[in-house]
């Protein structure tokens, strides 16, 4: 999100999170964040920044959590704890190894799964979400990539897993433009994922 008029509309649809993108390598890069009703938890989204660049952001922007999408060590989530929510993202290719994720355990507030690609994010492409049978953790999870309206059969399945489902997290498939989100097609999604 980037844009105040639309950041206005998707929040009326009342979602849980809002992501803001402050990595300057995407192009969903967002140098300011606009007003926030109190009731939407402000998300910063990082690529392998820096400690005092994070919690900087934390402040100057009031974020309720951050994302981190690089290869961050667990030592700065652990630096991290009680300044904001901790979601720390994971790429997932055609294999996942829940093994690498143990030393993250005690600092992250949630684990987000996301497509492997060429970016650190914003591929817009699925993972194979049955991989996700074997997750072994209590810690919540958010799962991302490429979801969009076709998803949504599965996204019922999931609900109905035993795996700590917190949020699904949508972006590309509804863009009208980098950071422009199509709020008819948002209200659509909400409606029918939520039955």
């Known amino acids: 999100m980037r844009e105040a008029d639309n950041i206005q509309q998707v929040a009326e649809l009342n979602p849980d999170y809002m992501g803001f993108i ?14 926030v009703p109190e009731s ?15 919690s ?5 922007f009031k974020l309720t959590a951050v994302q981190l999408h690089g290869q961050e060590p667990p030592a700065l989530c652990r630096a991290l704890q009680g300044q904001a929510q901790i979601i720390k993202a994971f790429h997932v290719g055609t294999s996942f190894d829940f093994d690498s994720l143990v030393d993250y355990t005690p600092y992250c507030d949630f684990f987000l799964f996301d497509t492997k690609g060429a970016l650190p994010g914003g591929n817009g492409t699925c993972f194979d979400w049955t ?7 209590d810690i919540p999870i958010f799962i991302s990539g490429g979801i969009g309206m076709e998803e949504v059969s599965k996204i ?21 433009a980098a950071a422009v ?3 008819t097609m948002l209200a659509a999604f909400k409606e029918k994922s939520m039955l």
């Open 22 to 35: 402050l990595w300057e390598g995407s192009k969903r890069y967002c140098a300011t964040i606009p007003e």
């Open 56 to 60: 900087h952001a934390i402040n100057k």
């Open 131 to 137: 991989l996700l049978h074997d997750y072994p953790y």
């Open 181 to 183: 989100k199509d709020v």
């Open 156 to 176: 019922h399945e999931l609900r109905n897993s035993h795996l700590p489902v917190h949020a699904i997290d949508v972006n590309s498939k509804f863009e009208q």
């Open 40 to 54: 939407v938890a402000k998300v910063g989204v990082f690529v392998d920044a820096s400690e005092d660049e994070i």
